[in-house]
Structure formats: structure tokens, C-alpha cells
């Protein structure tokens, strides 16, 4: 588990398709697209989420405890030669997050509660997942996939990324059957903002974006696909 153990920021903004168009314009002039985007300069992102059986993550997010964590499988644009084992953790509006490699056939395994090998692994991530499915009982809750279009400046460390289409998996926890229902799980369809930075913001950024002039939300893709009918 490679880290440096360093708590980054982290602010969300629903948008409207509008808002979309106009800050992309915007940074597109002044910061670089990420290199793992296309040639579009997009991105989809299908995330598996877990959970204990009581929900204790959607139950922590919606009482807004302060220190909280959730554990997540990820890989891009339906490419199943490169995934990982996410975990991520939320403190007093800051972020931490841990990765690990799996490979496919890993991730069936988990899903077929073969964990064995997770705890013979010599990665630290993936021996605590193997504690957390053993002693929490955690286990596949729902698939969220968006497509994401992200931005990089240097200064401070700042990732800025616009994620549309946000929708929840209907009736699968396999993340890789892809003739799949979904449904949207952000209210009028719409897309999220998220920027993350790590001591500070360069204020021409910030202007671009207008933090200043819209209020932070408190959205979560997981918690919005639990609560979603």
C-alpha cells in the first residue's frame, strides 16, 4: 500500500450542463488535460462499492460522522486489465486514499467469497480488506458508472474533474457484465465538480471555477446509488 500519507482537500459542486460548458472552456485554456483521458478528453470510470450488511458507510455519510472510510473496486473505460482495490478516507472534509492492484480474476474471486488470498498477499491494503470482508462482513453493494473529463494544475497539487452521466448498475453486482440496465442517481441529471488540491488553491483557479459564488455540496456517488429507487 504506497501512500505518503498526505490528506489532500476535497470539494464537490452539482452543475448543470450549462455550468459544464462554461468551466471547461475555462480550464481547457489554463490547465492540462490528464493523460489517462481519450482522445475526447473523457474517461469512464465504473466503481464497485462495498458495505457492511447494516450499510454502515451510507448510515456514517448521512449522519455526517466526520471520520469515515469505504472500500472500492475501479477500473476505466471497461478495461479489466487494469484494476484496483480502492480505499478511501474522509476526515473533517479531507482526503486519504490507499490503492492496490488486482487483477480480474481476483476480483471474481472476492466476489465468490474465495478471499483466501488476500490475506497471503504481501500488500497492506490488501490484507486489511481481507480483515474487513472477514470481521465487518463487508460485501458488494452497487456499481457506479460516469464518465469523468479531468484537469491538472501543478501548483498546489490541484485536480479538477467533471463527472456526467452518473448512473447506477440496475439488478448486477458483477462489474463485468456491461449489457446491463442503469439508472441516473443525480437529481435533474446532474453533473458533479470535484476539486482536490493539497495546501492551497491558486486564486486564478479558484476564479475560474467560482467556488466562491456556489455553495459546496455534500454529495456521494455510493450513498446517492443506495438511495436511489
Same mark, same amino acid.
Given at each position: 500500500? $504506497? %501512500?505518503?500519507?498526505?490528506?489532500? @482537500?476535497?470539494?464537490?459542486?452539482?452543475? %448543470?450542463?450549462?455550468? &459544464?460548458?462554461?468551466? $471547461? %472552456?475555462?480550464?481547457?485554456?489554463?490547465?492540462?488535460?490528464?493523460?489517462?483521458?481519450? +482522445?475526447?478528453?473523457?474517461?469512464?470510470?465504473?466503481?464497485?462499492? #462495498?458495505?457492511?450488511?447494516?450499510?454502515?458507510? &451510507?448510515?456514517?455519510?448521512?449522519?455526517?460522522?466526520?471520520?469515515?472510510?469505504?472500500?472500492? *473496486?475501479?477500473?476505466?473505460?471497461?478495461?479489466?486489465? @487494469?484494476? !484496483?482495490?480502492?480505499? $478511501?478516507?474522509?476526515?473533517?472534509?479531507?482526503?486519504?486514499? @490507499?490503492?492496490?492492484?488486482?487483477? !480480474?480474476?481476483? /476480483? =471474481?474471486?472476492?466476489?465468490?467469497?474465495?478471499? +483466501?488470498?488476500?490475506?497471503?498477499?504481501?500488500?497492506?491494503?490488501?490484507?486489511?480488506?481481507?480483515?474487513?470482508?472477514?470481521?465487518?462482513?463487508?460485501?458488494?453493494?452497487? *456499481? =457506479?458508472?460516469?464518465?469523468?473529463?479531468?484537469?491538472?494544475?501543478?501548483?498546489?497539487?490541484?485536480?479538477?474533474?467533471?463527472?456526467?452521466?452518473?448512473?447506477?448498475? &440496475?439488478?448486477?453486482?458483477?462489474?463485468?457484465?456491461?449489457?446491463?440496465?442503469?439508472?441516473?442517481?443525480?437529481?435533474?441529471?446532474?453533473? /458533479?465538480?470535484?476539486?482536490?488540491?493539497?495546501? #492551497?488553491?491558486?486564486?486564478?483557479?479558484?476564479?475560474?471555477?467560482?467556488?466562491?459564488?456556489?455553495?459546496?455540496?455534500?454529495?456521494?456517488?455510493?450513498?446517492?446509488?443506495?438511495?436511489?429507487?
Amino acid at each position: 500500500m $504506497k %501512500s505518503n500519507f498526505k490528506y489532500r @482537500f476535497e470539494i464537490k459542486h452539482k452543475i %448543470s450542463d450549462a455550468d &459544464v460548458v462554461s468551466i $471547461k %472552456s475555462k480550464l481547457s485554456r489554463v490547465m492540462k488535460i490528464d493523460k489517462n483521458s481519450s +482522445g475526447e478528453g473523457m474517461y469512464t470510470i465504473r466503481s464497485l462499492y #462495498f458495505d457492511t450488511p447494516e450499510n454502515k458507510a &451510507v448510515a456514517e455519510k448521512l449522519d455526517g460522522v466526520p471520520y469515515r472510510e469505504k472500500f472500492r *473496486i475501479r477500473f476505466y473505460n471497461y478495461d479489466s486489465s @487494469f484494476i !484496483k482495490l480502492e480505499k $478511501k478516507i474522509k476526515n473533517n472534509g479531507m482526503t486519504l486514499k @490507499f490503492s492496490a492492484a488486482l487483477t !480480474k480474476d481476483e /476480483v =471474481v474471486k472476492i466476489l465468490n467469497n474465495d478471499i +483466501g488470498f488476500l490475506k497471503e498477499s504481501n500488500d497492506t491494503l490488501l490484507k486489511e480488506f481481507y480483515i474487513k470482508l472477514k470481521c465487518t462482513r463487508l460485501q458488494p453493494k452497487s *456499481i =457506479v458508472d460516469y464518465e469523468r473529463e479531468a484537469y491538472i494544475y501543478p501548483l498546489g497539487n490541484v485536480r479538477i474533474t467533471l463527472d456526467r452521466n452518473i448512473r447506477k448498475v &440496475v439488478n448486477s453486482l458483477d462489474p463485468f457484465e456491461y449489457d446491463t440496465l442503469s439508472a441516473p442517481i443525480v437529481e435533474n441529471k446532474m453533473s /458533479v465538480l470535484e476539486v482536490k488540491y493539497d495546501e #492551497f488553491i491558486p486564486d486564478f483557479v479558484r476564479d475560474l471555477i467560482q467556488i466562491n459564488k456556489c455553495s459546496s455540496s455534500a454529495i456521494s456517488k455510493y450513498v446517492s446509488s443506495r438511495l436511489y429507487i
